[in-house]
């Protein structure tokens, strides 16, 4: 039979990849770039048990007890979400593995959509876990069946490191089939598992001896592929997209392509180093790998000619190679620049985060921001946000800065903002903490932003998302939360009921402790809100921009026969009908069509 | 056929990913070697998306080297003059010239550029067309993308059955014969 071949991003290609290894469980938080991986294995993996768990630190954990019971299990997260999952994979890779152990991070050189550039390879290491960096989708997919045995084979916990770019790239990739497997069940050796000394002190020398022997391993492992050129000047040694993007330029050189990109194989590299007269690395983000080399003795050259951020694309290595006297003519000449109006991104149509925020820029307060949709409103028009650190962030931030202030009596009313995906992800341990030393005259409200779903990832499933999803498995009852963890002060607004809302929310701007107020619109976007559209009567609107304040993509002043002022429109195939526009209008000139 | 680098820039929620798959299992059904790229960053909210699509006999990277660029699909014509900086001299620019105001134009801060396909056309082979209006007369606005890649199609070395085996295996059932019809206004004009 002929293998079948297919065209598959990075992310589906890990997904398939885990289906062909015999995966039985994966867990995973939403996040950009990884986010599909779990997307794919709902689409069209029935075998395998599937979550979005509440955290990547839950998502990391049930991962980590399918492996126990002896089931292959992978964990899939943004780079960032591995900060959230470090207490436990921290201690976990100290344990034997059983079922064979995946963690896949997906890195971001460039920042496409995220608040850090952190490189999770120095975590793998930092963890003790072995590294693979594909440079394509059939290496996504092969590297996770490889991360699988090897995983068991060594009793070593792997990570996948993956980037933006690759993630969301795709190239053809050849199926196969799912290898069925059983699981032993867990009936292991309690020293093996409980992670408290006497046990922990012999599983440093175990870890170490693993590496050692995944070093020796990785001498002659067939991920790591050396391509010998004409030219013995130089040998350049890589990893993952960055091989590509080199190959591209069509040079004559011998290349070192690494697969595994920790541990290394150091004595390989040794041998190598000796028949070049020059040996460069090149790499994204930090020095890892030139590190290493380093550390090792083996001397060689990299962010000396390549940036520490951002992507390396075929242009950036051709420069370094350049500045490196590698090659002496620059191939390719800059883009024509082309200056244009500039493009944000701004919220959807009848999106429930515009009312909320029109109501706050002219509240004129200090907000403090959190991760989600409604970090648009950090941007122009509406620059409402002071602050944005990273999920849950908000309340703790709230409270920090509100006694601070107060403490030397320049406190002020202070807002935070939060939606529910991010509250139940790492906002709720803040929330409880606010509890603590609560005085009068600390003024501070909490807005939660509850739209029933991660809705910047794509829409993900939250634990309150039941409200809005009768088909959802989790129906966590919001207001009841909050008053059973013992604030008094909780209010609950219709956001689209614009004035009742501005009313609720500067009111508890005004009182003078600690506020809640959450709201109950769901995403538009997620639950395909469409209602008949609003339109403007040119002859009532005195084009005094209300409206186009809100920013609703829609709306625009535009001229129309027989008025020589600009008026509001709204585009009538855009407009959602949340009505927004039409209350915030003082002249009553927009309305709801028929 | 020689490599073929294909540029598609448009606006969040325009189905750009869509189009890109699209272009890629047509290309791998002719036999050819492919990569793209698909939006990376915040895909849906209005902001500026693109991708790109590298067809031929061996590709390595997905991504298209400065000035290397053959085809641009702009789904949107503020979008396709922004990208258009990565265009070989004489490439195709095909353009949706329906029109999507940008936050900074609709707060009246900045105009939306009036002379787009003027400055196009003095570098480039541009044609343009209203494929949204053209795919609301064909039954929905969602089509316009494929009238796009049909109108591409002639430029590419892909036969229309495979053209047509990958619009049946891509696109929601319902609205299957919608594309086809599309596919071919585009590909007959
Ligand atoms: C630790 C971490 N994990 C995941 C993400 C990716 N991420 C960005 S926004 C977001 C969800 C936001 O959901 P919610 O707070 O409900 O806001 P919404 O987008 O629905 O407005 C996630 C998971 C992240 N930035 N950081
Ligand atoms: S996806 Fe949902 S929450 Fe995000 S901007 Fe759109 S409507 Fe608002
Ligand atoms: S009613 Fe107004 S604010 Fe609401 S979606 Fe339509 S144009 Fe936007
Ligand atoms: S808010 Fe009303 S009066 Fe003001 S511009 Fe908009 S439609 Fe016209």
Known sequence: ?594 | MINKNIILAGVGGQGLVLTTKLICEAALKAGYDVKSNDVIGLAQRGGRVWGSVRIGKKVYSPNIPPKSGDILLALEPLEGLRWSGILKEKAKVIINISKIPPAHVMAEKEKYPGDIEERLSKKYDVITINATDEGKLLGTPKVANTILVGIMAKYLDIPMDIWEEAIKENVPSKYIDTNMKAFKKGYDM
Not at chain 1, 52 to 81: C, D, P
């Open chain 1, 1 to 594: 039979m002929k293998t079948k071949e297919v065209v598959l991003t990075g992310n589906q290609a890990i997904a398939r990849g885990f289906y062909e290894a015999g995966g039985l469980v994966a867990a995973s938080y939403p996040g950009s770039p990884t986010v599909d991986i779990m997307e794919s294995i709902k689409r069209n993996y029935d075998e395998i048990y599937s979550e979005f768990s509440t955290n990547e630190k839950v998502a990391l954990e049930v991962a980590i007890g399918a492996s126990f019971a002896g089931a292959r299990a992978m964990a899939s997260m943004k780079h960032v979400g591995v900060n959230i999952a470090a207490d436990p994979l921290m201690t976990f890779t100290q344990t034997k593995i059983n079922g064979g152990f995946l963690l896949v991070t997906g890195d971001d050189p460039g920042m496409s959509s995220s608040q850090n550039e952190q490189d999770n390879r120095i975590i793998g290491k930092f963890a003790n876990m072995a590294i693979l960096d594909p440079s394509n989708s059939q290496e996504a997919k092969d590297f996770t069946k490889i991360a699988f045995s090897l995983s068991e084979e060594y009793s070593t916990p792997f990570m996948l490191r993956i980037t933006s770019r690759l993630c969301h790239s795709r190239s053809k990739v050849k199926l196969e089939k799912r290898e069925e497997r059983d699981i032993t069940g867990f009936n292991g050796d309690l020293s093996d598992y409980c992670m408290v000394p006497p046990n922990t002190y012999k599983k440093q020398y175990v870890m170490k001896d693993r590496i050692e022997k995944l070093k020796q391993a990785a001498e002659n492992m067939d991920i790591n592929i050396l391509e010998e050129g004409n030219n013995k000047d130089v040998l350049i040694i890589t990893s993952g997209l960055v091989y590509n993007n080199l190959k591209e330029l069509g040079l004559d050189i011998s290349i070192y392509k690494l697969g595994m990109v920790y541990p290394l194989p150091i004595e390989k590299i040794k041998q190598l180093a000796k028949e070049y007269s020059k040996v460069i690395v090149i790499e994204e983000m930090m020095p890892f790998i030139e590190n290493e080399l380093k550390i090792n003795g083996i001397d060689c050259e990299g962010k000396k000619y390549f940036s520490f951020t951002g992507e390396l694309s075929t242009e950036d290595i051709e420069k370094g190679l350049f500045s490196a006297g590698v090659i002496d003519k620059l191939k390719y000449k800059e883009n024509d620049e082309v200056k244009t109006v500039q493009r944000l991104p701004m919220f959807c149509s009848g999106c429930p985060h515009r009312p909320v925020f029109d109501i706050l820029k002219k509240s004129r307060k200090k907000v403090i921001g959190d991760i989600g949709c409604y970090s648009l409103a950090a941007l122009y028009p509406l620059e409402v946000l002071d602050t944005i650190i990273s999920m849950g962030a908000s309340i703790g931030i709230l409270k920090g800065m509100t006694k601070a202030l107060n403490m030397k009596d320049k406190g002020e009313p202070l807002v935070a903002v939060i939606g529910d995906g991010t509250f139940f992800h790492s906002g709720m341990p803040g929330m409880v903490n606010m509890l603590h030393q609560m005085e009068d005259g600390e003024n501070m409200t909490i807005i939660i932003l509850n739209n029933g779903t991660t809705a910047m990832t794509g829409g993900q499933h939250t634990a309150s998302s039941g409200s809005y999803a009768e088909e959802d498995d989790m129906n966590v009852n919001m207001v009841k939360l909050i008053n059973s963890m013992g604030f008094d002060r909780v209010k609950v607004v219709d956001q689209f009921k614009y004035k009742e809302a501005k009313n609720i929310i500067n009111e508890e701007i005004k009182y003078p402790g600690l506020s809640i107020v959450i709201t109950t619109r769901p995403c538009a976007l997620k639950f395909k809100i469409k209602e008949t559209h609003f339109y403007v009567d040119p002859k009532i609107c005195i084009g005094c921009r209300s409206c186009v304040k809100t920013n609703c993509p829609p709306i625009l002043m535009k001229e129309y026969e027989g008025f020589d002022k600009l008026k509001s429109s709204i585009n009538s195939d855009m407009c959602v009908g949340c009505s927004v526009c039409a209350q915030v209008c003082p002249v009553g000139a927009i309305k709801r069509s028929e």
